[in-house]
């Protein structure tokens, strides 16, 4: 577990809306989400509040509330950004895909053609990116969040910003996976084609899948992770 030194914290930029410079809740929030702060990583309140610029007691009301939210974790009397077991990791991705295709679905019958043109125009210029996993993990959240939108359900757009909020708190993105990248951009085709095509059960069906081949590309990174680092002599 380490500490993040506060010259290292440069928030990246392709995010928007940015949170309001005195949210401090928000401003963390976005921290982890674009991976400025990781697993493990220690967060200090005095730090915070130099990085962000606004008082301590803000921040120490942030940090409550994500401890609430099981984003952090106590690591003696510290705060640490959680991590996922894999019994927790299986447990997300079970009701993402169920969210998810849910809002594929909805959205193949709400959306507008506004939307669905964003929606192409984003998959488009997403293909540019399938060689840079990061900022494809970047275009993937922008992109699913459109769907999110298009669906045009409230409710189903904040239980699925708690999930992707949660899903922050994997170490690696399943696009760094070898080949992942060209063939999820592949996916996202087929959804966004369902989705203009208004033809919900394909739609949900595209969504749901991609989210399964997410999970199993997890599966295999997280079982190659092991594998390294076993002891050669077990």
């Given at each position: ?37 990781r ?42 950004v ?26 193949a019958q709400h ?124």
């Open positions: 577990m380490s500490r993040v030194p506060v010259r290292a914290l440069t928030m990246p930029s392709s995010r928007a809306p940015r949170p309001s410079p005195t949210d401090a809740y928000g401003l963390i929030l976005e921290a982890i989400d674009v991976g400025v702060f697993p493990g990583d220690r967060l200090v309140e005095s730090d915070l509040a130099d990085r962000f610029g606004v008082s301590r007691t803000p921040i120490r009301e942030a940090l409550q509330r994500l401890e609430t939210q099981s984003l952090l974790e106590r690591d003696g009397r510290s705060l640490i959680a991590a996922l077991d894999h019994n927790q990791m299986s447990e997300l991705y079970v009701v993402r895909r169920e969210l998810e295709g849910l809002a594929a679905r909805l959205a959306a507008t053609e506004e939307e669905i043109r964003v929606l192409r125009l984003m998959v488009d210029a997403d293909d540019q990116l399938v060689n840079d996993p990061a900022a494809l993990a970047r275009a993937n959240r922008r992109f699913h969040k459109q769907i999110h939108l298009a669906s045009h359900n409230r409710y189903l757009v904040q239980q699925l910003d708690l999930v992707h909020r949660t899903m922050a708190l994997m170490a690696t993105t399943s696009l760094a996976a070898r080949g992942r990248g060209e063939i999820a951009q592949g996916e996202h085709h087929a959804i966004v084609e369902a989705i203009a095509a208004r033809d919900s059960d394909a739609a949900e069906k595209a969504l749901s899948d991609h989210i399964s081949i997410a999970f199993m590309t997890r599966l295999r990174q997280d079982a190659e992770t092991r594998e390294s680092g076993r002891d050669p002599g077990i």
